[in-house]
């Protein structure tokens, strides 16, 4: 079967998950589905020839079950009163994404067809990173060697994401000792 | 042009989310769907036909691999998306410990 018949079934497989996830009451329910959603990406990674992001976006997908689960499950079942406004913005909501929809249709005409990407840089990568980096993965020879700035970036904000959520979560205050030396 | 076409569909579900939803978990939710769209239309963008994974294997020519460089990027972009999910997760425990709900229309006192 080609490449496409399977993409097209596993994206299918992730809208629905996606807006299962979104109208289920159920909070745990919720959550399962949209880690069913992210390893269908993985899934979609594999048929697209990257089995590093596929390990990685496994691995994302475990953390991100674990947080969410820990962070939401000892909260009480709460059940929003339905209102008015709300059902508005859903029509609204649902509007606006078909208007999008219909008007994105042309765009997606301009990009190249799928199987034939540009390789205007990259084809440089295939061909000289072996020699010139000694990596027989590319991916690797690209984050660690040709981009290895944006690697300490990614590293800068990750660091910078989980120093925040750790000062926000921080429940007793810093407050100074009796001999005023706070450090 | 059909698996574009869907993957953007996902992403349009993801905004739904965002732009509808009352509850903060998920809003949350939403902004990860968003994310695996768009980290997946990147790597579907890079996709080139009966082509192999970009590591050098014995007997695989540099010609028929897929582009490399789109799925170095997308590792960069997995992983800060774990750590804004954390971000957005704390600050969402941290706004019911102060308001005792998760409902944004009831969220109101966040003015100085």
Not at chain 1, 40 to 60: K, N, R, Y
Request: hydrophobic share 55%; proline share 4%; aromatic share 10%.
């Amino acid at each position: 079967m080609p490449v496409e018949t399977w993409l097209i079934f596993t994206l299918g497989f992730m809208i629905l998950g996606s807006i299962v996830a979104l109208e289920i009451r159920d909070i745990l329910s919720a959550i399962i589905a949209i880690s069913v959603v992210g390893l269908g990406v993985s899934m979609a990674f594999l048929f697209l020839q990257a089995p590093d992001l596929a390990i990685v976006q496994f691995l994302f997908e475990i953390f991100a079950l674990i947080i969410l689960v820990r962070a939401f499950i000892d909260k009480k079942n709460h059940q929003f009163e339905p209102s008015s406004s709300s059902m508005v913005m859903t029509i609204v909501g649902v509007v606006a994404i078909a208007v999008i929809f219909m008007l994105s249709i042309p765009m997606f005409r301009l990009l190249p067809p799928f199987g034939e990407p540009l390789m205007s840089v990259s084809q440089h990568y295939l061909d000289f990173g072996a020699s010139e980096t000694g990596a027989a993965n590319l991916v690797a020879s690209i984050i660690l060697d040709y981009r290895a700035y944006d690697t300490l970036g990614e590293v800068t904000v990750l660091f910078t994401a989980i120093l925040g959520a750790f000062a926000i979560l921080r429940t007793t205050a810093k407050h100074k000792t009796a001999g005023g030396n706070d450090e | 042009m059909t698996v574009y076409l869907l993957c953007f569909a996902l992403f349009l579900v993801g905004l739904y989310g965002v732009i509808a939803k009352r509850d903060l978990i998920k809003i949350i939710l939403s902004i990860g769907i968003m994310g695996y769209a768009v980290n997946l239309f990147l790597i579907l963008f890079a996709y080139k036909r009966d082509a192999i994974y970009p590591i050098l294997t014995p007997g695989a020519a540099p010609q028929v691999m897929v582009d490399p460089l789109p799925q170095a990027l997308v590792l960069t972009s997995i992983v800060i998306e774990l750590g804004t999910t954390a971000l957005l997760v704390a600050l969402a425990v941290r706004l019911y410990q102060k308001y005792g709900t998760f409902d944004i229309t009831k969220i109101r006192r966040l003015r100085g």
